[in-house]
């Protein structure tokens, strides 16, 4: 999952667009509320197999794409929106000076250990 979240412009809401418009062409707009980000759900990792690389030069570049994967968009309405659709606790929580980062190699060792 990927979260994007749009910043607001609040100065941008005081701002109507030019034109004539008639009374009557204000019974036919339906009024929808713009989303306040997008939430990508995808199938694959961030390996080159699931995005392909390059390959050629720069006046030629060729993608080699090893095999497809499945991604949706989702546009996200509001915070709570946001929090019942994602699997993770938000804001994450900062790390402090008693915390240790997350080293995928120290990692994979301690697995390994018996």
Known sequence: MIVGILESKSSQKGNTASGSETEDSDDEIEVIEPAIGWLYVGSHNFTPSAW???????????????????????PIKDAAHLDKLTCWRRPPRKYGSQDLPWMQEESKALREAP
Do not use: D, W
Not at 53 to 73: D, H, Q, R
């Open 52 to 74: 392909g690389n390059m390959s050629g030069s720069a006046f030629t570049p060729v993608l080699n794409i090893k095999n497809y994967e499945l991604g949706i968009v989702f």
